[in-house]
C-alpha cells in the first residue's frame, strides 16, 4: 500500500525566504533547548560551581563560602538554593518562550548575561546583609562576582554549548546519508515518502514510511525515529505534534498518546498491562509505547484501515478487544 501525504503550501516571497535562511543559520542548536539539557544544565553548573569556589574561596577577599564552619555552611547552601532556584526559572521561561523566539546565538548569550548579572546582585545583596562585619565593598563585591559567576558559567555552558552543536550535526548527518541512501535504490518500488517541515514551513527531512517507527513530542519539538542499515536512528525536528499529526492524517503514521504517533506498518501487536495498553514495534530495541483511552479508537480505525488495504498480507494486525470500562 502507496500512503500518499498531501502537503499545505504557504507561498512565501524571495525577501522571507531569505530571512528564514538566515535565522536558521544563526539559530543555536536545538538540543540547547530540549528540556533534558536545559535542567540539565543546572545540575552540570552547579557541580562545577562547587568544585570552582572550592579551589577559588582562599585566594579570595570577598567570598565567604565554607564546608566546613557550620555558620557560614549554613549561608552557603542557602545562597546555592537561590542561586539554583533562579537558574531553574530562568530554564523554565526558555522553555516557555521557544514556542514563540527563534533563539539564535546572540539572543542566547544575552540570556546567559542576564542570568549572570541576576545571580551576581544576588549574592552582592546576600553578602551586604548576611556578612556586614567584613566591611566589604558593595562594589568590589559585585564586580568580582560578575567576574567569578562569568567563568563558572562559560566553561560548562561552551561544553554543552559544543557537544549539541556535534549532537546536531551528527543528526543532519546521518539524515543525509539515510536520504543517499534512498536516492541509491531508484529501481525499488518505495513505499511512499513521508515529508516532514519545520516551523517555518521548511522541508527538513523526507523519510521511507516502510523505515519510520514513530515519533515523540518533547515540549516543541518532535523526535523522530527511522531506521537506517538496521540501525535505529532519531531526528529532532522543531515543530507541533499537532501540525505533524495533521500532515500525515493520510499516511500510516497515528497518534496514539498525547506524546506518540506510530507507524501502523510497524505494529507487531498490542498488549494489556492493567488497565494500561502498549504497543509493541517490530524493532525489540523500542521500549513499548503507551496507548491513552482517548486516542485507542483511532489506533484501531487506522488499523482497520491498514489491515484492509494490504492485500498481501496473510497475517493481519489483531489488537486486543477493548473491554468495557
Known amino acids: 500500500m ?4 498531501k502537503l499545505r503550501y504557504l507561498p512565501r516571497t524571495n525577501k522571507a525566504n531569505t530571512m528564514t535562511n538566515i535565522h536558521k543559520n544563526q539559530e543555536i542548536p536545538k538540543f540547547l533547548l530540549d528540556k533534558r539539557y536545559l535542567f540539565g544544565s543546572v545540575v552540570f553548573v552547579l557541580t562545577f560551581s562547587v568544585l570552582f569556589m572550592w579551589a577559588y574561596t582562599p585566594f579570595s577577599n570577598t567570598a565567604w563560602f565554607s564546608l566546613t564552619n557550620l555558620m557560614d555552611l549554613g549561608k552557603t ?3 546555592y ?3 539554583v532556584a533562579i537558574m531553574f526559572i530562568s530554564k523554565m521561561l526558555m522553555n516557555l518562550l521557544q514556542r514563540k523566539v527563534c533563539f539564535t546565538y546572540v ?4 540570556w546567559v548575561v542576564v542570568e ?3 545571580i551576581a546582585l544576588f549574592y552582592t545583596l546576600f553578602t551586604l546583609v548576611y556578612q556586614p562585619d567584613r566591611g566589604f565593598d ?3 563585591i559585585l564586580m568580582k562576582a560578575l567576574g567569578c559567576i562569568m567563568l563558572i558559567l562559560a566553561i560548562p555552558y561552551t561544553i554543552l554549548t559544543l557537544y549539541a552543536a556535534y549532537r546536531d550535526k551528527t543528526e543532519e548527518l546521518e539524515m543525509l546519508q539515510y536520504e543517499l541512501s534512498l536516492s541509491g535504490e531508484s529501481s525499488v518500488a518505495y513505499p511512499s515518502l513521508v515529508n516532514l517541515y519545520d516551523y517555518n514551513g521548511t522541508l527538513k527531512l523526507t523519510i521511507n514510511s516502510d523505515s519510520l517507527y514513530y515519533m515523540e513530542s518533547q515540549d516543541n519539538y518532535v523526535k523522530i525515529y527511522y531506521e537506517n542499515q538496521g540501525k535505529l536512528m532519531s531526528y529532532m525536528l522543531r515543530c507541533r505534534t499537532k501540525a505533524i499529526e495533521e500532515n500525515l492524517a493520510e499516511t500510516s503514521m497515528v497518534r496514539c498518546h498525547r506524546s506518540y504517533m506510530v507507524n501502523v506498518m510497524k505494529i507487531n501487536h498490542i498488549r494489556k498491562g492493567g488497565k494500561a495498553r502498549f504497543i509493541v514495534l517490530s524493532n525489540e530495541a523500542i ?4 496507548v491513552s483511552k482517548s486516542y485507542f479508537k483511532n489506533l484501531i480505525e487506522k488499523i482497520d484501515a491498514y489491515n484492509g488495504t494490504v492485500l498481501s498480507k496473510s497475517t493481519p494486525l489483531t489488537p486486543d478487544t477493548p473491554d468495557e470500562e
Do not use: E, H, R, S
Open 116 to 118: 549572570i548579572v541576576v
Open 107 to 110: 539572543k542566547y548569550i544575552a
Open 287 to 290: 521500549k513499548p509505547i503507551p
Open 81 to 83: 538554593t537561590v542561586a
Open 2 to 5: 502507496f500512503f500518499q501525504l
Open 77 to 79: 547552601v542557602a545562597f
Open 138 to 140: 558593595a562594589l568590589n
